[in-house]
């Protein structure tokens, strides 16, 4: 099936703000118990602090554009509201990791939740590799970023129990 790109901008922008919405929640939970975690034994590779930011702010960049070409890609298909509600609900297990993590200590809990973001993000880029190739592949450095940052997760939960 052939598919073709007409951008509505105002799809664009209800995007853009329900990804600017979910980073900022999450971060209204990331900056809870800031003093518990520092105290918390970290791993020799774990980021500096500094680099989450940036990789976030680039992840949900990218996470715009690819769903907004998917979204806009004509004609719908049961693949595009699959893609949207994936989306929908991995924004969701985006800010619980933020609540759980940092606004409620449950590191634990913290890595399941981890993981199904990043198999919310893997099942994005398989349904939508068939509407659009670009958004599939722009969302592969999420789906990175989240296996790690549950590996991370989990050794972090290793450390301090």
């Known amino acids: 099936m052939a598919y ?27 900056n809870q118990n800031r003093d518990w975690y520092e105290q918390l034994k970290k791993p020799p590779f774990q980021p500096p602090n500094w680099v989450f ?26 693949g595009t ?12 297990l985006n800010i ?27 099942g994005i880029i398989i349904i939508s590799w068939r509407i659009s190739r670009i958004a599939s592949f722009l969302f592969i450095p999420y789906a990175l970023w989240t296996g790690f940052a549950t590996y991370l997760t989990w050794v972090i939960w290793r450390l301090n129990v």
């Open 4 to 30: 073709e790109l007409r951008i509505s901008w105002f799809s664009v922008i209800v995007i853009g703000l329900i990804v600017i919405l979910v980073a900022l929640i999450g971060s209204y939970f990331s």
């Open 53 to 78: 930011p940036i990789v976030w702010n680039v992840i949900f960049l990218l996470a715009i554009v690819s769903l907004s070409l998917v979204w806009n890609s004509r004609p719908h298909t049961n």
């Open 81 to 92: 509201f699959w893609v949207i509600s994936l989306a929908l609900f991995n924004g969701v």
């Open 96 to 122: 619980a990791w933020s609540a759980l993590f940092f606004g409620n200590r449950m590191v634990y809990l913290a890595i399941w939740d981890a993981a199904a973001i990043c198999l919310s993000v893997i």
